[in-house]
């Protein structure tokens, strides 16, 4: 059974860091790219960071470029995003997304992040 389980979210101050992770299962991990995505309360769902299925092609969104770093262990079939210096606006319900060779793509259910004083 495919599945992508995100854990790792919570509540931190501005100026902390949290480290997400994202387990998967059920399907050929090192051939998918692996992204990272967040929605806001009240706002669409964007792409935050993308890895590569061999940790190539690594992209950022302009909003967590220099702050967030992803990186995956195809070994323990696991993504992560390191997020540091989080600022309010960093608030969101974070999703794992796993995107095949062939266009078939993965969810996870997602995890909040709450970042305030």
């Known amino acids: 059974q495919v599945q992508l389980v995100e854990s790792g979210g919570g509540l931190v101050q501005p100026g902390g860091s949290l480290r997400l992770s994202c387990a998967a299962f059920?399907?050929?991990?090192?051939?998918?790219?692996m992204s990272w995505y967040r929605q806001a309360p009240g706002k669409e769902r964007v792409l935050v960071a993308r890895?590569?299925?061999?940790?190539?092609?690594?992209n950022y969104s302009d909003s967590v470029k220099g702050r967030f770093t992803i990186s995956r262990d195809n070994a323990k079939n696991m993504v992560y995003l390191q997020m540091d210096n989080l600022k309010p606006e960093d608030t969101a319900v974070y999703s794992c997304?796993?995107?095949?060779?062939w266009g078939t793509g993965y969810w996870g259910k997602g995890t909040l992040v709450t970042v305030s004083s």
């Open positions: 997304n796993a995107l095949g060779p």
């Open positions: 059920g399907f050929t991990f090192s051939t998918y790219a």
């Open positions: 890895i590569g299925p061999t940790s190539g092609g690594i």
